[in-house]
Structure formats: structure tokens, C-alpha cells
């Protein structure tokens, strides 16, 4: 008999600025709305061992979305994209995801994302807490800055193959992670498209800053959990628990043993840090 995933994928089309994208989300389980971001440069097969843990589905409705320009999220042809070049801003992708889960009718969902979409959890929660129940963000800190020179010409430069950008992220992964699911989570970056994880950077590490506003995150709003990997060294957890700690009543964890791609790297031990966090959330809806 066949065996059949409980993952069910599909298009929905999203208009921002006038332009119509064509974006592919998956999506499994019932209950609260829990919606996931992927890290720059790659999609939303990152979360796929969520989406198919029953003991998470049968308790939150959890979708993962490829943003446009990654996975199958191609990009729009109405924009001419192939004359421009990719660029990342805080507040498209704010209001692509505020977009998103308005066009799914959400009622206000739990929004996770990892790196670039940890980053942008607690942007959210300063910008938009009226339209999410929480905001958890994985390798999320204040600032990303001081990284010109590795973005601009080390991430997309023609003497360098497309292995490079996929060995970099091997080593951003735990030492103690599965081995199996740390060559998955280095697959998925060997598919990008050369320039979009060099465009992803620049919210990465340009346009998200929150040094003077992570003070004014109303976590009462919108309650806001940090976690990161003990070994990440993109988003390192000093850095992290700064972003908890300027915030009033942000919730900090650290991921012993960890990296910075916790939901694909390792799933098993992070289900093990996100429970607890997802319980709460459960518990105050």
C-alpha cells in the first residue's frame, strides 16, 4: 500500500505594489495558525519535519511558504525581474507575510521564522502585533551589520561555483546535528537562484535594525520568544539574548548543541525547545 504524506501543497496568488505573485505554500494539521519563514536563500522544504509531526498538527495549523523567487515561488514575470536587480526590504516582506495570512483568512496566527525570518519576527511584533498572536524568531538578533564586503562580493561574485554559499552553511550547522539532515538542509541551498540569497541579505544585513526600537516591542500585544543555536555564529546567542533582553517581556532559549538551521538540521532535538513554547502560546490563546 502506498505510504502518502499528510502535506498538502498548493498556489495562492498575492498582489503587493501592483505586482501578482504566484506563491507556493504548504500546508498540514488543524487549530491555531502557526505560518513559517524559511532562512535567505532558501525555502520552505526547511520545515517540512513540522509539517508532518502529529504531535504538532494536531494542535496548530502549520504552513510553510516559499517567498517569492525561492522554490516554487517563481518569480513574477509582470515585474521584469530578469532587468532589476533582487533586493530584500523590511517592509515588503513585512507586508508580503501581514498580506499572506490575510489572503488565508488567519485568524491571527503564530508567525516562526529562521535567520533572515527570525529577524523579521520581531520586526513584526514592533510594526504589526495586532496581527499576530506571537512572533517566535529562530537565530533572530537586533543587527546583522558590518557584513559589506561579504555580501556584496564574496555571495555573488562569477569566480566562486555554486558549492561555496552551500559549504558556508554546512558550517553554520552543529557538529552534533544528524548528518542526514544536515546534508538535506545544504541540498536545499545548492538550488537557489545565484542572486537571491546575496538580494536576501540585504534585509539580512542592511535594513534590520532594531538598536534603538527593540525597547518599544509591545510584548503584551504580541508576545515575542527568541531562541538560538548554541553553535550559530551568524545570529550567535549573545547576540540573540540582546535582542530578548531590549525587549520588555521577550522570553529567551538557548538550543544546547545547536546550529542555526534548528527546524531542519536537527528536528528532533528542536522539537524538544519548541514545545514548551508553543504550549504557552496555546495556553494563553
Known amino acids: 500500500m502506498a505510504k502518502y504524506s499528510d502535506i498538502v501543497g498548493r498556489y495562492i496568488y498575492l498582489k503587493l505594489d501592483g505586482v501578482e505573485h504566484r506563491v507556493y505554500f504548504e500546508e498540514a494539521g488543524r487549530g491555531i495558525p502557526l505560518v513559517c519563514q524559511h532562512t535567505a536563500g532558501s525555502d520552505g522544504r526547511q520545515f517540512r519535519h513540522l509539517l508532518e509531526d502529529r504531535d504538532i498538527t494536531s494542535r496548530f495549523h502549520v504552513i510553510a511558504a516559499d517567498l517569492p523567487y525561492h522554490g516554487k ?97 554546512l558550517s553554520l550547522c552543529s557538529p552534533h546535528a544528524p548528518e542526514e539532515y544536515v546534508r538535506e538542509t545544504v541540498w536545499e541551498y545548492s538550488q537557489g537562484a545565484p ?6 541579505l ?37 547576540a540573540a539574548k540582546a535582542l530578548a533582553d531590549a525587549a520588555p517581556g521577550a522570553s529567551y532559549t538557548l538550543m544546547e548543541g545547536m546550529g542555526h538551521f534548528p527546524m531542519s538540521e536537527d528536528p528532533i532535538k528542536f522539537k524538544q525547545y519548541l514545545m514548551p513554547v508553543l504550549a504557552e502560546i496555546e495556553a494563553k490563546s
Open 73 to 169: 515561488s517563481l518569480p513574477p514575470a509582470a515585474a521584469r525581474y530578469w532587468e532589476r536587480e533582487y533586493k530584500l526590504t523590511k517592509d515588503w516582506f513585512m507586508r508580503y507575510w501581514v498580506t499572506l495570512c490575510r489572503e488565508l483568512e488567519l485568524n491571527r496566527p503564530v508567525y516562526m521564522g529562521c535567520s533572515m525570518g527570525g529577524h523579521l519576527a520581531p520586526d513584526l511584533a514592533l510594526n504589526y502585533p495586532n496581527e499576530f498572536r506571537a512572533c517566535i524568531g529562530l537565530e533572530a538578533s537586533m543587527w546583522s551589520g558590518n557584513s559589506d564586503r561579504l555580501v556584496n562580493q564574496w555571495f555573488y561574485h562569477p569566480r566562486l561555483s555554486n558549492e561555496s554559499k552551500p559549504a558556508l552553511m
Open 195 to 200: 542572486s537571491v540569497f546575496k538580494g536576501d
Open 202 to 238: 540585504y534585509y539580512y544585513s542592511f535594513e534590520h535594525d532594531l538598536r534603538r526600537t527593540a525597547k518599544n516591542i509591545d510584548t503584551r500585544k504580541c508576545p515575542l520568544y527568541v531562541l538560538s543555536g548554541e553553535y550559530d555564529w551568524s545570529a550567535y546567542p549573545a
